[in-house]
């Protein structure tokens, strides 16, 4: 069980430098995710040996498709718990959920029903399809509340690509955004891979998350890994994943 992997010392070349995973769909039946208890160990096993010590879960949380509550979540991360000690995984686990800005969301955050990443961090999704028109105003609330929004993977945003004063506008007010390792890959299209790339150079990009959902994600992640393309400046970044996230 990737024993060879698992002793591994921590340093530039596996994703240990970032210590933790903040954005991944493994916990069970949730989500488009991992659908059993068994594909989460075998998430959180390959995730474990790509280095992480801490993996922390967000589930989808929309209006119409995937509406789990808190208490849904909270539910599965106990199972997934017991789970990981059975099968003597040693590793951290916790969860939070990814929220898409619908219009479920701002009662949420006006409830204080949220779950949070370590310090108060809330991750936040947008459609594929086009912006929210209100997410100035959502982002204020949440900031209003004492949260600090994260928002998932900008660079999968295409009505973006052409408008990156829209992505520094969001940075300027306070909104932290998170870049989703497999777009380095260009497993989402060169567009995306490309977007990606510029946010970092530019500096606007404070974290990085595996997205995982499923078997196909981690082949790609230990590609990534295991050709050295997750090495140079982007490794050597002091990324906020530890920091924010211990
Ligand atoms: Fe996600």
Same mark, same amino acid.
């Given at each position: 069980?990737? %024993?060879?992997? &698992?002793?591994?010392? @921590?340093? /530039?070349?596996?994703?240990?430098?970032?210590?933790?995973?903040?954005?991944?769909?493994?916990? !069970? $039946?949730?989500?488009?995710?991992?659908?059993?208890?068994?594909?989460?160990?075998?998430? /959180?096993?390959?995730?474990?040996?790509?280095?992480?010590?801490?993996?922390?879960?967000?589930?989808?949380?929309?209006?119409?498709?995937?509406?789990?509550?808190?208490?849904?979540?909270?539910? &599965?991360?106990?199972?997934?718990?017991?789970?990981?000690?059975?099968?003597?995984?040693?590793?951290?686990?916790?969860?939070?959920?990814?929220?898409? /800005?619908? =219009?479920?969301?701002?009662?949420?955050? =006006?409830?204080?029903?949220?779950?949070?990443? @370590?310090?108060?961090? +809330?991750?936040?999704?947008?459609?594929? +399809?086009?912006? !929210? @028109?209100?997410? %100035?105003?959502?982002?204020?609330?949440?900031?209003?509340?004492?949260?600090?929004?994260?928002?998932?993977? !900008?660079?999968?945003?295409?009505?973006?690509?052409?408008?990156?004063?829209?992505?520094?506008?969001?940075?300027?007010?306070?909104? *932290?955004?998170?870049?989703?390792?497999?777009?380095?890959?260009?497993?989402?299209?060169?567009?995306?891979?490309?977007?990606?790339?510029?946010?970092? =150079?530019? $500096?606007? +990009?404070? /974290?990085?998350?595996?997205?995982?959902?499923? !078997?196909?994600?981690?082949? =790609?992640?230990?590609?990534?890994?295991?050709?050295?393309?997750?090495?140079?400046?982007?490794? *050597?970044?002091?990324?906020?994943?530890?920091?924010?996230? &211990?």
């Amino acid at each position: 069980m990737f %024993e060879f992997l &698992r002793r591994r010392k @921590p340093g /530039i070349g596996t994703l240990s430098v970032l210590g933790t995973d903040m954005h991944a769909h493994w916990l !069970p $039946g949730l989500d488009d995710g991992a659908p059993t208890v068994e594909d989460s160990l075998l998430l /959180i096993r390959e995730l474990t040996a790509l280095g992480y010590q801490k993996l922390i879960a967000t589930p989808h949380v929309m209006a119409d498709l995937y509406r789990n509550s808190s208490a849904d979540i909270r539910e &599965r991360l106990a199972i997934t718990r017991q789970a990981v000690a059975a099968a003597g995984i040693t590793v951290d686990l916790d969860a939070a959920a990814e929220y898409l /800005i619908d =219009e479920g969301f701002e009662a949420k955050v =006006e409830r204080k029903d949220l779950l949070t990443l @370590p310090g108060n961090h +809330v991750l936040v999704e947008y459609s594929f +399809v086009s912006a !929210p @028109p209100s997410s %100035e105003g959502v982002f204020f609330k949440l900031q209003s509340a004492g949260y600090v929004p994260i928002l998932a993977h !900008p660079e999968r945003y295409r009505y973006y690509h052409d408008d990156f004063a829209a992505y520094r506008r969001l940075v300027e007010r306070g909104v *932290k955004l998170q870049v989703n390792l497999l777009s380095l890959t260009g497993y989402y299209g060169q567009s995306v891979k490309q977007v990606a790339l510029q946010l970092i =150079e530019q $500096g606007l +990009v404070s /974290i990085l998350g595996t997205d995982a959902h499923h !078997p196909g994600h981690l082949e =790609e992640l230990r590609k990534l890994v295991g050709n050295g393309k997750f090495s140079g400046p982007i490794a *050597k970044h002091k990324w906020d994943n530890g920091m924010l996230f &211990r």
